[in-house]
């Protein structure tokens, strides 16, 4: 496509409740990464995927997170049994081979409530 | 690990320049900057890669010294649009980003 497109873009669910996020990136876009900010803060790293490697999951905050990639494309980004402290905005990018310069959607805010 | 942004906000009349200052602490690969306006995704403004080269585009460029660590993003008369919080992302070599907090750049008329 000619973005990268995040949907939903709002979300509110309640505590407890799992939620997906989901990131389809440009097209050819090897590279692609999720990312967490909450409000008036910089950017937190989750998770990196690149090409067919095994994603690196360093950034991942508990166990409750998990992501996966299907066919090199579309990615899933799962929080299971939601917490207040989950809410923020997430953000997808992708980038041509994770050398260059990142491309991001408008990201999905979440509100957990 | 993270970067160190400087300063953390500033506040320009228009036509005005700017200096946003990014170190580490560890040897860098690369540097990324973006530019993030409120409530929007942050927009690519540049790379460096080591070996202190120097990039820009229109009035904005930025500068790589590899000896400090350091990278350093000039904005030189300021226009209203370039408002908005800057970010500088380091990288050492793994593809992945480690961001500063941000700086915040207000621009009035």
């Known amino acids: 496509g000619a973005g990268v497109s995040q949907s939903p873009s709002n979300k509110v669910t309640e505590k407890g409740k799992d939620v997906e996020l989901r990131c389809d990136p440009i097209?050819?876009?090897?590279?692609l990464y999720w990312y967490r900010q909450s409000l008036g803060q910089g950017l937190e790293f989750l998770i990196y995927f690149q090409g067919n490697s095994a994603p690196d999951k360093s950034g991942l905050p508990s166990d409750r997170f998990s992501a996966e990639r299907t066919g090199g494309s579309v990615s899933t980004l799962t929080i299971q049994r939601t917490q207040q402290e989950d809410s923020a905005v997430y953000l997808c990018?992708?980038?041509?081979?994770?050398?260059?310069?990142?491309?991001f959607g408008s990201g999905t805010r979440l509100t957990v409530v | 690990q993270q970067p160190v942004q400087s300063p953390q906000a500033v506040i320009l009349r228009e036509g005005e320049d700017a200096v946003i200052n990014c170190s580490s602490s560890?040897?860098?690969?690369?540097v990324h900057w973006y530019r993030q306006k409120h409530g929007e995704a942050p927009v690519f403004l540049m790379i460096?890669?080591?070996g202190g080269e120097q990039k820009g585009h229109d009035k904005i460029s930025a500068s790589f010294n590899e000896k400090k660590q350091q990278s350093s993003l000039y904005l030189t008369a300021s226009q209203l649009s370039y408002s908005g919080t800057y970010f500088c992302g380091t990288e050492f070599g793994n593809y992945q980003l480690i961001w500063g907090a941000g700086t915040k750049l207000i621009i009035k008329p």
């Open positions: 990018a992708s980038s041509p081979t994770g050398e260059g310069g990142y491309t």
């Open positions: 560890k040897a860098l690969y690369s």
């Open positions: 460096l890669l080591k």
């Open positions: 097209s050819g876009h090897t590279a």
